[in-house]
Each structure stands twice: as structure tokens, then as C-alpha cells.
């Protein structure tokens, strides 16, 4: 095999995804900082380290406190990944995700060191997730907030937000007499 981290300390966790193009993104838990922060590599078709990606892979998110147990889901434009991940920067665990883009480079437009999927009362852990077909992910948790341990899940798109924030396009109809110029659209 190929080293995807040498860094100090402990780097454990990983998991990985297809990139698109024939090679991996890689995502694990690392303890370089003295606590767990999750990182990510690209291992390119040819069974080596991507080069234009910093020695030892970028930072996903290096928030105080801990964070543990990442999951990645590619997008299906090979253009990137989202990874989620159960996280301690609060009083209580909750789960955060971030995206990360196959040049090297955190998604600019997701909040530095994620978004929060969950910031609930009371602890969640351990998220698997799914990719929701148009580059973001689904990820599903177990949820401490009414004090059993429920399932709970939220979607978070492409670009950083909850739920589904896209609109539906219900109709598009030429303006008459505009020569092409214009279309009305009507969305929900």
C-alpha cells in the first residue's frame, strides 16, 4: 500500500469513496493536534498520492475539542465528497458535515469546519449516510434528545444547506413576442 498520512500521532477511522475519475477520496479521524480532528486525501488512478493536495491531506475540520467517526459519500459529478461526522466542540456530541472538492480545497462555500446537521439537545452519535443524488448527502444518526436513543436523519445539499432548498419548477412558458429573449418560470 501507499502512505495517505504520515503525520504525528494517531490516524485512524478512514473511510473511502470513488472520486470520479478512478481514484479515492479518504477521510479519517487524526490526532496530530493533540485531540481528534477529521482530515482528507485524494489517492490518485495510478495508486499515488495527489500531489496538488497538501502533504498529509486537508483539513475537514480542526474545531476544539474532539471530532470522531467520519463518513464520506461521493457526489455524482466527481467533482468532490461530503463527509459527516460525530463532533464534541459543544458541551454534547452532535453531528456536523463538510464538503470537500477534488482539488484539495474545502468547499467555500460550507461554513469553516462544517455545518451542524444536529446541535440538539442531547447527544448524537455515530452517523452513516448516503448520497442524495444531486451532490449532497443524507446522514442518519443515533439521537439522545428526548433521552432514548432514537433515529434520527437530515439532508444536507451541495452547497451547505438543510433540507430541500431547491425549487421545484412547476412551469416555463416563452414570453410572446420577444423574439427568444425572455421565459416566465414558475416554481414551488
Do not use: K
Not at 442518519?140 to 419548477?169: H, K, S
Amino acid at each position: 500500500g501507499i502512505a495517505v498520512c504520515m503525520a504525528a500521532s494517531t490516524q485512524a477511522n478512514p473511510r473511502l469513496v470513488p472520486d470520479g475519475s478512478g481514484g479515492a477520496l479518504i477521510t479519517w479521524q487524526d490526532g496530530r493536534a493533540g485531540n481528534s480532528d477529521i482530515y482528507a486525501q485524494r489517492v490518485l488512478p495510478t495508486g499515488t498520492v495527489d500531489p496538488s493536495w497538501p502533504v498529509d491531506g486537508i483539513a475537514v475540520c480542526t474545531a476544539t475539542e474532539y471530532q470522531y467517526s467520519p463518513v464520506i459519500v461521493a457526489d455524482e459529478a466527481g467533482s468532490g465528497a461530503v463527509v459527516a461526522w460525530q463532533d464534541h466542540r459543544a458541551s454534547t456530541a452532535h453531528i456536523y458535515a463538510q464538503r470537500i472538492l477534488t482539488t484539495g480545497a474545502v468547499d467555500a462555500e460550507w461554513p469553516t469546519d462544517g455545518r451542524a446537521l444536529s446541535a440538539a439537545a442531547g447527544n448524537q452519535f455515530v452517523p452513516v449516510a448516503v448520497a442524495d443524488g444531486a451532490g449532497g448527502l443524507i446522514a442518519v444518526w443515533q439521537d439522545y434528545r428526548a433521552g432514548n436513543p432514537d433515529l434520527y436523519a437530515q439532508r444536507v445539499e451541495r452547497f451547505g444547506r438543510l433540507g430541500n432548498p431547491e425549487p421545484v419548477i412547476v412551469s416555463v412558458a416563452d414570453v410572446l413576442n420577444d423574439q427568444g429573449g425572455r421565459v416566465a418560470v414558475e416554481w414551488a
